[in-house]
């Protein structure tokens, strides 16, 4: 079974080894679709490849090879089979200082590559409250994806910062804003129609109905939430949300 909407897990750096057999084990069962991509913390990946479900890793470096102890290249993470990578997560950008321009070669090696890139852009608190949303989404595109010439392996995330992990989201009508804009931007810089653009940010089972049928959203970015059993519960509301979508495009409208 196949879904339009992606469901992206970011377990962070969370779960033993213990824990990941246990889960494993109920998402295999559970979770019986192709449009699920599972980054989990690096050194589980292995666990995670051969499944129906996708493969992402959290991190990249910006070179292939070479003395850079504890990285990993995007050349190495495809030689693995993994199909994605998240890039510029706020997480990546707060603790450890990624700027614009490393997220810029990040992108660009990943794309190289063959890998695709989860690109994660949004605003802080402060910005929010100062209006600067709009202004903030498309510095990071313009500065995160210059020189970008191929789309089809990009992914957007809007990914409000202050909305990780806080248990707070945007209105639905703030977050079906902003997807609109970073649309229009990759139209009007890149020439780009419809780049899917998720939504991330505290996720959960009490929100995921409203949020998946916000217009134009192409899917969920999941932290927190996505070790948890509500995953479960996530994906299987997403698949059913999509799934009616698709069939009342295919009823005929009646005049
Ligand atoms: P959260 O994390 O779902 O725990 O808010 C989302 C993210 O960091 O991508």
Redesign the pocket.
């Known amino acids: 079974m196949t879904s339009s909407k992606l469901i992206?897990a970011?377990h962070?750096m969370n779960m033993t080894s213990m824990d990941i057999n246990q889960y494993l084990k109920k998402i295999k069962k559970e979770i019986n679709v192709e449009n699920v991509i599972i980054c989990p913390t690096s050194i589980y990946i292995p666990y995670f490849l051969k499944h129906i479900f996708k493969v992402g890793i959290q991190n990249v470096f910006y070179e292939n090879k070479g003395a850079y102890t504890g990285e990993i290249s995007p050349r190495q993470a495809k030689s693995m089979e993994i199909d994605y990578a998240?890039v510029g997560?706020?997480?990546r950008r707060n603790y450890f200082l990624e700027t614009n321009q490393e997220i810029n070669k990040k992108v660009r090696l990943c794309l190289k590559n063959n890998l695709e890139v989860i690109l994660?852009i949004g605003e802080t608190k402060e910005e929010k409250r100062n209006r600067k949303t709009e202004q903030v989404l498309e510095q990071e595109l313009l500065e995160n994806l210059e020189g970008v010439k191929e789309f089809e392996n990009i992914i957007i995330?809007y990914?409000p910062i202050w909305?990780?992990?806080?248990?707070k989201t945007p209105t639905m009508k703030e977050i079906e804003l902003s997807i609109r804009f970073i649309k229009q931007i990759m139209k009007k810089y890149y020439h780009v129609d419809n780049i899917p653009v998720i939504y991330?940010?505290?996720?959960?089972e009490e929100n995921v109905q409203e949020i998946a049928t916000i217009p134009k959203l192409d899917g969920v970015?999941?932290?927190?939430?996505?070790i948890k059993e509500e995953f479960i519960n996530i994906a299987k509301t997403i698949l059913k949300v999509d799934k009616n979508e698709q069939n009342s495009t295919n009823i005929p409208k009646t005049r």
Do not use: Q
């Open positions: 992206v970011n962070k998240i997560h706020s997480e994660c995330a990914e909305a990780i992990g806080s248990k991330g940010g505290s996720v959960s970015l999941v932290g927190g939430a996505s």
